[in-house]
């Protein structure tokens, strides 16, 4: 079966730090990568997707993803963490071919951000 | 454009009782999905709905029925209420499906269901 995994439930980061957010997938076929972040309290907005082409992801707020195929990974960096990056992020994938829609995600990573 | 709302924001429930979570967009998305949020858990997909009149069932359906009213709306219900379904319920659109084009799903607010 299709899964996500992150394998950090939390991450704690000194403001001005550089992070990085892990993900690995496991499907048959190359999927379409997604990051989102959800606020405490909101819904969930897309920071990046990879969906062919260029394995590094540009996305907004500073962000980016390098996906890599032999390790079945997706990890999420940005150079210089802000205290307004303190939130829930998540891994999340799909992939064509499999006859249904909708997203799998990951458990997600709480970022902490310590002034 | 307000992108997805839903409503109520908050909900308490009593176990057996029946309720209706609305959500609706404004983006003329094709494709709606409704997830839920259990603590640890990710999000799960419920149902989803390629286009007006047609749904299918996600990874977690049982206990919930679904209606796409039309275009803009899709409606999640719960019949029987139980403190299984205690959770954060979101819903999604799509332009079409992210599956295949790697669409952008947008997310509403969600609404927050406590069942006693």
């Known amino acids: 079966a299709q899964s996500v995994t992150q394998p950090d439930i939390h991450i704690t980061v000194s403001e001005g730090a550089s992070l990085e957010l892990r993900c690995n997938y496991s499907y048959g076929a190359t999927p379409y990568l997604f990051w989102y972040v959800q606020s405490p309290g909101q819904g969930l907005q897309l920071l990046l997707k990879y969906f062919s082409g260029d394995t590094l992801v540009q996305g907004i707020k500073g962000f980016e993803a390098e996906f890599k195929r032999s390790q079945s990974s997706f990890n999420l960096r940005k150079p210089s963490v802000h205290w307004s990056d303190a939130a829930e992020y998540f891994c999340a994938a799909t992939y064509s071919g499999g006859g249904a829609d909708g997203l799998t995600f990951g458990k997600g990573t709480h970022l902490i951000i310590q002034p | ?116």
């Open chain 2, 1 to 116: 454009n307000a992108g997805v709302t839903q409503t109520p924001k908050f909900q308490v429930l009593k176990t057996g009782q029946s309720m209706t979570l609305q959500c609706a967009q404004d983006m003329n998305h094709n494709s709606m999905y409704w997830y839920r949020q259990d603590p640890g858990m990710g999000l799960r997909l419920i149902y989803y709905s390629a286009s007006e009149g047609t749904t299918d069932k996600g990874e977690v359906p049982n206990g919930y029925n679904v209606s796409r009213l039309n275009k803009r709306e899709f409606s999640l219900r719960l019949e029987s209420a139980a403190p299984s379904q205690t959770s954060v319920y979101f819903c999604a659109s799509s332009e079409g499906w992210v599956s295949t084009g790697g669409e952008t799903q947008y997310f509403g607010p969600g609404t927050r269901l406590l069942v006693l």
